[in-house]
């Protein structure tokens, strides 16, 4: 009896909520709306970024970003030079001459291995002629230094530099003179390069 007591004061108690705050019409009418009202994107990325042939700017190297609420791809949010690297894969085009060096012969002083390098340092692995006769041997050249013979097989590599011929960070933007290189220094990277043995070479013998 008490508990059939305390089960009725609790019902009238209770205060009974509707089990949706609006009805499923009104519910309906608003998604009708929202559909309606979204602004239409265009889903192809073609149409938003600048072709490879017309890229002459660092802007026109700005992605187009994907569509809200998807995951963009590397076409779609790839900036600066990746995306210059995609748009030239595009296009069927080797930005940065990613092919392997010439190891159908070994170089030689007055015919060396050419090596193309943007940086003012470059290094090459040398696995000596014919390939793979041993291991690989790195090689380090510069702008001040382009040749470099390997210790293994006498193999030589020489840079040629095809970036921008004046630095635009010499002077970070200040205003600033740059200091001048020392004069037994590297004139790209301003220190001293360690010598080697090809540096105790007499000149008749190189």
Not at 25 to 39: F, G, I, N, V
Not at 76 to 103: H, N, S, Y
Request: charged share 30%.
């Amino acid at each position: 009896m008490f508990l059939r007591r305390s089960a009725i004061a609790l019902s009238r108690r209770t205060i009974l909520t509707p089990l949706a705050s609006r009805s499923f019409t009104s519910s309906l009418h608003h998604r009708d709306a929202s559909k309606d009202t979204a602004p239409k994107m265009d889903r192809d990325p073609s149409k938003q970024m600048t072709p490879f042939e017309e890229v002459k700017t660092e802007s026109d190297l700005l992605p187009p970003g994907g569509a809200v609420g998807t995951v963009p791809t590397d076409l779609e949010q790839a900036t600066g030079l990746e995306r210059l690297e995609i748009l030239g894969k595009m296009q069927g085009v080797d930005i940065f001459d990613m092919k392997p060096l010439d190891a159908s012969r070994k170089g030689t002083l007055d015919d060396p291995i050419i090596v193309r390098s943007f940086g003012d340092e470059q290094y090459a692995g040398c696995t000596g002629y014919p390939v793979d006769s041993h291991v690989t041997i790195w090689l380090t050249m510069s702008r001040d230094r382009p040749m470099e013979r390997c210790p293994e097989c006498g193999n030589v590599l020489k840079m040629e530099y095809v970036g921008p011929m004046d630095d635009p960070h010499a002077n970070h933007g200040h205003g600033e003179e740059p200091l001048p290189p020392p004069t037994d220094a590297d004139g790209s990277h301003n220190y001293v390069e360690p010598k080697t043995f090809a540096d105790f070479v007499r000149p008749e013998y190189r």
